[in-house]
């Protein structure tokens, strides 16, 4: 085995750790990818016998390249998504990667706080707090002393612990209060639909999926459990799934395109947000015909 080789080896057995830090950094694997094969591109380059922790140097190297991939972003004056890309799997196949990548229980209601946050906030959080990197290293990459990465992951995580909901740890009692929804929304239940819902529940869309003028996100139970009854009126078929690790489903409208994700995070047995990726080009980008299999019939 070559040095070239030896090295690309190495690179494939820290490849999940390195896309589970870009996913939770810019929240879509698809740039996540990107990230990790632009650290590839570095380490080829590098002089690697100067290395001493290769699985720290790329992580690192990582975290620098989603840094400024999130400060272009911002320079370019893009506005984010609103829901970030999901990880769908089935039920009752789990794709042991999926696992890997949402090993800290990384969901979609964590990752729109983490859109809220400043470039830097969110990697200072991300690095420190999720995968335990000293505030030092953090420290290099973002350019500041220590003592300043450190007040950038305290504001972080303030923002995180005050606006993240935690859902109940059984999946079946998420599958239950979803399934109770579902149920009432295809029965046009208003009253059962409120029963399910907090009174403060969020629903948020994608940015694209709403019509012009139209806001995407729903507060109040009253006005969630409306949505829900019109949009139970256009599907065909619903199909349950994981959404990052927690109850949701994919619908289908006819001939087998998909309309809608939904990832409901449940609290003591209330559904207290939703969040829906309904833009059908963001849809397309994820092949839910594939990582899914045939849609069935709820």
């Not at 990582?62 to 400060?71: G, K, S, T």
């Not at 089935?90 to 470039?119: C, K, Q």
Request: glycine share 6%; with cysteine.
């Amino acid at each position: 085995m070559d040095k070239h080789e030896w090295l690309a080896e190495r690179f494939e057995e820290k490849r999940t750790h390195l896309r589970a830090v870009a996913y939770r950094m810019l929240g879509s694997l698809s740039e996540a990818d990107d990230a990790v094969q632009e650290s590839w591109l570095r380490l080829s380059r590098s002089d690697t016998a100067a290395i001493e922790n290769l699985a720290g140097w790329l992580t690192t190297v990582v975290a620098r390249v989603c840094l400024d991939m999130l400060r272009s972003r911002k320079s370019r004056g893009e506005v984010p998504l609103g829901v970030p890309e999901p990880i769908v799997s089935r039920e009752d196949r789990i794709n042991p990667e999926h696992e890997a990548l949402l090993a800290d229980s990384v969901g979609l209601a964590l990752l729109v706080v983490l859109e809220t946050l400043e470039p830097a906030e969110r990697l200072a959080f991300v690095l420190h707090d999720l995968f335990a990197v000293p505030f030092d290293e953090i420290a290099r990459i973002v350019e500041r002393s220590p003592a300043a990465a450190r007040q950038l992951a305290s504001r972080a995580r303030r923002r995180v612990q005050g606006a993240a909901k935690v859902p109940d740890a059984d999946l079946n009692r998420q599958r239950e209060v979803v399934n109770a929804f579902l149920a009432a929304a295809r029965g046009g239940d208003f009253d059962a639909l409120l029963a399910v819902l907090d009174p403060d529940v969020v629903l948020r869309t994608d940015r694209g999926a709403a019509p012009p003028g139209v806001s995407r996100e729903v507060r109040g139970a009253k006005a969630v459990a409306e949505q829900a009854l019109f949009f139970s009126r256009l599907v065909e078929l619903v199909q349950p799934v994981l959404v990052n690790g927690v109850a949701g489903i994919v619908s289908w409208l006819p001939g087998g395109r998909p309309f809608s994700i939904l990832s409901f995070t449940v609290t003591q047995g209330k559904i207290v947000e939703i969040d829906a990726l309904s833009n059908p080009a963001r849809l397309r980008q994820l092949d839910l015909a594939v990582t899914l299999g045939q849609a069935e019939t709820d």
